[in-house]
């Protein structure tokens, strides 16, 4: 069976699309993590992020662009936007196999901050050189 056929976002009318270009789409998020989650996905099917062509990365961006310019201000006053790739889980109501930017409006203690991102501090660890040199030999 064709991984489209298991996407929710390809080919189902679940769902609002809520502003769109010519490759890409927003729909909201549900569930979702704060008031005004958004996600932006490009429209055709795809998985993994380095599939995407400039120009559905770029119609993605735009769209992205334009909501930070709605939502500041008035859902949040600055934004997250994140992109997971994670194979490595199946596919559930919070993990989908297809390409998308979660976009969150975001406020000074807000919901997530209060429940969960006031600990992040904890988690940073500082660099250290055989990593630095690890990581910056992958990137040569």
Known sequence: MPETNLCPFCGSDDHTVAK??????VILS??????????????RHVVQPWELTPEELQA??????????RFIGKLGDGIDVRQNYRPFKGQDDFKVNHV???????SADDYLYSV???YEAELFAALDEVERDAV?????
């Open 100 to 106: 998308l930017f979660h976009v969150l409006p975001r």
């Open 116 to 118: 969960s991102e006031h």
């Open 20 to 25: 769109q270009n010519d490759l890409a789409q």
């Open 60 to 69: 993605c961006f735009d769209l992205i662009y334009f909501i930070e310019q």
């Open 136 to 140: 910056t030999k992958l990137l040569k």
């Open 30 to 43: 549900d569930p979702h993590k704060v008031p005004g989650h958004v996600l932006v996905m490009p429209k």
